[in-house]
């Protein structure tokens, strides 16, 4: 499967550098085709195995299944908008009724939107308006989206926010990412600081407790490099936002859904929140993000939050179908998720004891992600070698995406074929071997 980088591939990345605006890209000329299952063509027939889910999009196979694109097919037939925050439509009542037995009891409201950071959008407001409260707090590394409200609470990279402010009123504070402890501590030892640091110094020093509308949470931090937290670390702030009647906000737009392990990722932690937001792998390749309120917080004055394509009918229909499949097969799911996240931390378990620029792997589920170093002694961190690897994999047939400073995030389907993800991570493997040799050599 080694790639050929074809005069084709060439002409449209070309084009593309002249009309479209500038986005996230990174060093690997993928112009995609179309897929099935675990793999993935581009426009001149060099096949991938995707291990990226096209974001976490794809959890449950590339193109999702046919149905969900029968069923996106038939409603498109039928009627693709009904401008469902103006008037009335059964499709999108029906998929919230049945969503919403995947979230603990209690929830009984939902709010239709197209994107992650729209979902978000709609829980600082929601937030705001049900707490009459001015603040919100988020951790260093978080990535709740792009959009101007979101980003007050996005601090993952300076890039993100750089030339975009004054923000609106938002706090931040370290995140548990105990393998670059920002206290110099180690775990467990650590007495949890950054939980205590909230309590003396950020809550202490910078905004009254009183002040914060709610606490905005990834359970696994998705652009900030992947990063695990301890479970005394979520259990931790849970308490601190209790104890100050601040709502708490899970975002799960890349966790979710199954990703890292369970339907909701805070679930891992035993802990519930006041609202939850998810999108990406909802609409089962179609835009669609989904804000979900704790009932007993009641609702908001007509008018305060409204879109236009939110619960949009070929959307609907689309996750509705993948709905059924999850809720039918959800044990099936839960367990391939476990074991084969277990699979390949071990294999990386493996890289990380034979190769130097592996600093650490890390991971809940099928959220997986191994951090690429100088060397094991400094930890300083080597984004180059990333790139290498990433670079290097996709030229062998491996579809990969970055994340963190200097992280790889590695997230198949959850129903990947064992054999296919066997051969994907020695992809990956032979990858990271090449780019260690030539960096060691370098130094020698």
Known sequence: MKFIYTDKIKRIIARDSKVIMTTTRGDVPFVASHGDGDFVYDVSGNK????????????????????????????????????FTDYYAEEPVTFAENVLKMFPDGFGRIFFSNSGTEANEAAIKYAKIFTKRQYVMAFYGAFHGRTMGSLSLTASKVAHREHFGPFSAAVHTPYAYCYRCPFGKEYPSCGMACVDYIK??????????????????????????????PKEFILGIKE??????????????QAGYFRAGKFLA???????????TMAKAVGAGLPMGITVVRKSLGDVPEGAH?????GNLVAVAAADAQLKYVMKN????????????????????????KYEIVGDVRGLGMM?????????KSKDPSPKGRDDVTVEAFNNGLLMLPTGFSSLRIIPPITINQKNLEEGMDILEDAIKKVNFGMQKQKS
């Open 48 to 83: 991938f195995i995707d291990f990226s889910s096209f974001i976490s999009v794809y959890n449950f196979g590339v193109n999702a299944s046919k149905q969900a694109r029968d069923a996106a097919k038939r409603q498109m037939d039928k009627l693709s908008h009904a401008a």
């Open 200 to 229: 003396k110094y950020t809550l202490g020093r910078e905004v009254s407790g009183k002040e914060v509308a709610a606490m905005f949470v990834e359970p696994v931090q998705g652009e900030g490099g992947y990063i695990v937290p």
């Open 240 to 253: 601190i936002a209790q104890d100050n009647g601040m709502l708490f906000v899970s975002d799960e737009v």
């Open 266 to 276: 805070l679930d891992n932690f035993g802990v519930k929140a006041d609202i939850y």
């Open 306 to 310: 409204s879109n236009t394509f939110g």
């Open 330 to 353: 959800k044990a099936s799911i839960e367990d391939q998720a476990r074991r084969k996240g277990r699979y390949m931390l071990a294999r990386l378990e493996e890289m990380k004891e």
């Open 368 to 376: 997986i992600a191994i951090e690429f170093v100088k060397d094991k």
